[in-house]
């Protein structure tokens, strides 16, 4: 069973090999480390740039124009910031030139809490990310996903940021969601894939015999059905709002939960059609809450289904403070917990027009 | 004024470029003053929201268009030029009537379909990237096209232009390191034409360095300081800094000192600056001087060619607006067309 890591991986090596990729480019990516996440180990068009986002979006952005096929990391997604016009100008690249030229290009990049990564290490991206028109944006929650979005990334003639939640890259996949060829032994595929420790200088892997699995841009996966109330989520999120209908299945109260995988474009028919069903919905992400684009959902389905519904639409996201702290205690009052999403898909199932 | 210290690489006068590249030079150069007047016409009749351009750099610029190896893809050269490059897209070949269309903010506009400023231009067709407002954002895009090309080989060669305020921004910095990455240097030749202006501040409030080119040589990138205001100079400089970087595959940093003659934008005024050096005004003395254009056919191609962009601005006033409508369309592409639309 590959962790999301591994996926990234695997995908990136499809990339290189069938799909055109001809830059991997980032801090780290290159050998020896081949990433801090190790995501980039052993692809044979990784390398290292130097300490300098605006470098690696600046040189993605040339190399997309210059008909290559670049995939930028930029190490932790709070060190995007930096960046930002340039992320700017790639989604407004077509556009601007009234379609003389398009920007194919991937930028990914680790986001969110839950390996008590600090102030810098912790931020979320999609807020910021899904105000940016012109880019596509995915964000997955299993391995499988993670591997089918990189290729749809890859193949995009758009820019795609891909935006993976970095609690959940060692996270391995569950049975019946692995990646078709890959071993069903973690060890052997370690072994194919993962470099060694101390000296790797002579080290190759040995790529499992994966296929071309394209998950689409804008097509949510229904991750529990239920009737009660709907839960719209992605990356990390989603393994806990699967987690708090669990629990909640005792109390008799059935939550859909729906994974949107990307947000830009966003599956909204999936979420109308399940609220149209439940007639209640919670929006969750770990992003600060102001701004956010739970609450774009939220104006869209007051828009479009206010009379459909039997409960104010919600949203519990990050708390509008500056960072995330380090301390257990300030971590888990900043970003939604599971005893959070179960206590507010209650009240919703609960409320009484 | 210039008063800044200008290292004459190659002197001017000792031998003279073929008389019909002068001519050539010449009548594209005049060509280019006269769209910037004509752009500048424009906006004083309300024909348009505002104007940029470079009236001062033709001395410059045109030469560089000339000796452009213009085409589409890797074996011709890249283009990440900004907002006062008239004198290279004409030189290139570019019509000046599609710069009173972006003037115009008309349909017809081939650079953006009415969406940008004038001189904000986009030409696949020559390998010109989208100019955009942002000052220095060239600078950390160009190394993306000339990693490609150093890649690709042969003498295919990526060209950022920028001017001396904009050499602040972290981006230039970007430029020179990842152009001089030991062992990854890159075929590139980075351009800054210094007007000694950045809007209404002067160079010598903010930099401290005499000469920025002399940023290059902490990075082991050639350098050299000319003259932009004399377009032989600028022809021989550029073509030795580009055989440099076409044939070594390495980095070349050239800075050329050139002159604002209508000042930042419409927005100061677009007036006619009287101190400043006139690069066309000087090289039509030294043409008559020779002998190689008359006074009488000076005038004659300037009464033309004013007529000429009369005509054209009087067929453009008539040209549609965009459709509200477009506005949704290329907000994604459907296809790459980058690679020639191979996927």
Not at chain 1, 337 to 353: D, N, T, Y
Not at chain 2, 136 to 154: C, H, L, Y
Not at chain 2, 292 to 311: F, G, H, K, P, V
Request: a negative charge.
């Amino acid at each position: 069973m590959a962790t999301m890591v591994q996926a990234i991986r695997m995908a990136l090596h499809v990339g290189e090999e069938r799909l055109g990729v001809t830059d991997i480019l980032g801090e780290d990516v290159g050998p020896p480390l081949g990433g801090v996440f190790t995501a980039t180990q052993g692809l044979r068009t990784a390398w290292n740039t130097p300490l300098d986002e605006r470098g690696i979006i600046g040189a993605a952005m040339g190399l997309a124009l210059a008909g290559q096929r670049p995939i930028a990391e930029i190490q932790f997604c709070d060190y995007v910031y930096n960046t930002i016009d340039l992320l700017k100008l790639a989604g407004g690249m077509c556009w601007s030139s009234n379609g003389d030229f398009n920007c194919p290009m991937v930028m990914m990049t680790p986001v969110g809490s839950g390996i008590h990564g600090s102030l810098y290490h912790s931020h979320s991206f999609d807020a910021t990310a899904t105000h940016l028109p012109g880019w596509k944006i995915v964000m997955p929650a299993t391995p499988r996903d993670a591997y089918g979005l990189m290729l749809s990334a890859i193949v995009d003639p758009n820019p795609v940021m891909f935006l993976a939640p970095k609690a959940l890259m060692r996270v391995k996949s569950l049975p019946g969601e692995e990646i078709p060829g890959e071993p069903g032994d973690d060890k052997q595929l370690a072994k194919m894939i993962d470099a060694p420790l101390g000296d790797r200088s002579a080290w190759r892997p040995s790529w499992p015999d994966t296929p071309d699995l394209f998950i689409p841009f804008g097509e949510a996966k229904i991750v529990r059905a239920g009737e009660t109330v709907t839960v719209v989520t992605y990356g990390r999120m989603v393994m806990e709002c699967a987690k708090a209908a669990d629990e909640l299945r005792a109390e008799g109260i059935t939550a859909e939960v729906i994974d949107l995988r990307s947000l830009h474009p966003v599956d909204w028919a999936t979420i109308k059609k399940s609220v149209q069903k439940t007639n209640r919905v919670l929006y969750v992400n770990e992003e600060t809450e102001v701004t956010n684009f739970g609450e774009h959902l939220i104006r869209r389905t007051v828009d479009e289904l206010f009379y459909e519904l039997h409960a104010p639409p919600r949203l519990l996201a990050g708390a509008f403070v500056p960072y995330v702290g380090l301390a257990p205690s300030l971590e888990s009052a900043s970003v939604p917990q599971r005893a959070g999403i179960v206590q507010a898909i209650r009240e919703l199932a609960k409320h009484r027009p | 004024m210039n008063t800044s210290p200008i290292h004459h690489a190659t002197n001017g006068v000792d031998a003279h470029l073929a008389p019909d590249l002068l001519v050539r030079m010449h009548e594209l150069m005049l060509q280019t003053r006269l769209l910037e007047e004509r752009l500048i016409t424009m906006i004083r009749q309300g024909d348009g929201y505002f104007w940029i351009g470079g009236p001062g750099e033709e001395a410059f610029n045109v030469p560089l268009g000339l000796l452009v190896n213009k085409g589409e893809g890797l074996s011709h050269d890249y283009l990440h030029l900004h907002y006062r490059s008239s004198g290279t897209l004409l030189a290139l070949g570019a019509e000046p009537i599609d710069s009173l269309r972006q003037m115009k903010s008309v349909k017809t506009d081939p650079y953006s379909g009415g969406r940008n400023f004038v001189g904000h231009y986009s030409a696949r067709k020559w390998n010109v990237v989208p100019i955009s407002s942002p000052i220095e954002v060239q600078f950390s895009m160009a190394p993306g096209t000339a990693i490609a090309q150093k890649r690709a080989g042969g003498r295919g060669i990526t060209i950022v232009q920028g001017g001396d305020a904009g050499t602040a921004e972290g981006d230039f910095a970007t430029c020179l390191i990842w152009a001089s990455r030991p062992g990854n240097e890159l075929p590139l030749l980075m351009i800054v034409t210094n007007n000694s202006y950045g809007i209404s501040t002067t160079y010598g409030t903010q930099h401290g360095e005499p000469r920025i080119s002399d940023r290059g040589k902490a990075f082991g990138i050639k350098t050299a300081t000319i003259d932009g205001n004399d377009p032989e100079v600028s022809y021989r400089e550029l073509q030795k800094a580009m055989e440099y970087v076409r044939t070594e595959r390495r980095p070349f940093l050239l800075e050329a000192h050139v002159s604002r003659l209508y000042g930042h934008s419409s927005s100061s005024g677009a007036n006619f600056v009287e101190d400043e050096v006139d690069g066309l005004a000087r090289f039509e003395a030294r043409l008559v001087e020779r002998r190689i254009l008359s006074r009488a056919t000076l005038d004659d191609m300037r009464t033309r060619m004013t007529a000429e962009l009369l005509a054209a601005y009087q067929k453009v006033r008539e040209e549609a607006p965009p459709d509200p409508s477009s506005i949704w369309d290329h907000v994604f592409a459907t296809k790459n067309v980058n690679d020639g639309g191979a996927r």
